[in-house]
């Protein structure tokens, strides 16, 4: 799938890719639903009928990913949220193997996510996945998400790469598609991003269900 030689720099993003979106799925589906039907005095079946349209209006923007946006508009504590069921936070199958391998080659590492700097360090600070990475790059620090094309240039200004030798690994389309928008070569989808969930359509886009599929030559 991949010519690790002709590769210098590998962009990873972490929910759904290399953290299980199980995690999120259900926090933001099932355990914030019922924590401000609690607050409202809701039927969790209603404050999931009120949530819905307003999480997808969001979605693809940065306030999307901001915890502290959420936390004020919801009038819940989301960071407090996510620590208190941390425990359900998992590193997919094979990754740490891969992370180790890539530990081992030339190829500068970062973590490329769009998740808020609070939801990265209860992550980083559970999975220990930190170590591994030579830089790890927060949408919210570029104030633009992944969605938008313009982020990889700013991207480009803070960690400087070659589009003709960079690979992005990602299990959003739309993030893959910017990427492609904006010229990078080498884009592999996750099929499997939630492991409680069927392997997803990845666009057309080459498609990894583990990060084994991707050790051979590296």
Known sequence: MIDWKKIDTVLLDMDGTLLDLNFDNHFWKEFVPLKFAEKQGLSPAVAKQQLEPRFK???????????????????LDIAGLKAEISGLITVLPHVAEFLEKLQRSTQKVLLVTNAHRGSLGIKMEKTCLQPFFDGIISSHDLGVPKEHAGFWGLLQQLEPFDKETTVLIDDSLAVLDSARQFGLSHLISVSKPDSKQPKKNTGGYPAIEDFRELMSGL
Not at 64 to 71: I, N
């Open 57 to 75: 209006s969001m979605e693809g923007k940065l306030e999307w990913y901001c915890l502290d946006y959420w936390s004020e508009v919801l009038q």
